[in-house]
């Protein structure tokens, strides 16, 4: 792999959806490639930090994407918890409000190896329609994005977790040293499954991602490698 290459395989972020440890260690094998591997809430809350500490030992960096949401002062213990993982993102609902993203803020602050806190904007399961009438937001969608994506710089937070679909909005107004992670990524070969908001990887890099977080494209076929590797090229010809 040439050495631009492997900087945009670097900037894919592989989620390891799985529910086993087993599981989990068994991906992680067939992908010694990938250096950035999300942990979300079925694999931790089967296995805690286990899981953590394995992806330490092999000096992959991780994502921990457990979208706290509480009152302030629970969201502060935990990220102050979360920072004895030595994780390098970690994820917050904008929905929690101005003061508990400043809570997040202050508590990842104090630690010695300070992850990005990155806020959730909006799940990438929802669309415009199950906006307005199952959660009642007399919003356009993007417009609603972009409130919580301003609602988490103003309030500190490193950058914002969205829909390809929202980086160009969200980069123009939050700047380029906002950080934007993108999942809802499906390369053109691969089914969209739940979400609603997609995009093709070199589209979403092409929009303004920092990262995409990619999946069951890649750990749900049938040779895992040969999808890692697909995308890679996708993206090494862009």
Sequence with gaps: MGRNQQQTANRIIVALDVSTKKEAIALIDKLPQVSFWKVGLELFVSCGTEILQILQE????????????????????????????GVEFLTIHATAGKKALQAATEAVAKGNSRPKLLAITLLTSINSRELAFDLKIPLELPEYVLQMGVLARDSGIDGAVCSPQEVVQLRQVCGDDFVLVCPGVRPTWAQTGDQKRVMTPAKAIQAGADYLVIGRPITAAEDPALAWDKICQELADI
């Design 58 to 85: 092999r000096q992959k960096r991780i994502f921990l994407d457990l979208k706290f949401h509480d009152i302030p002062n629970t969201v502060a213990g935990a990220c102050n918890s979360a920072l004895a993982y």
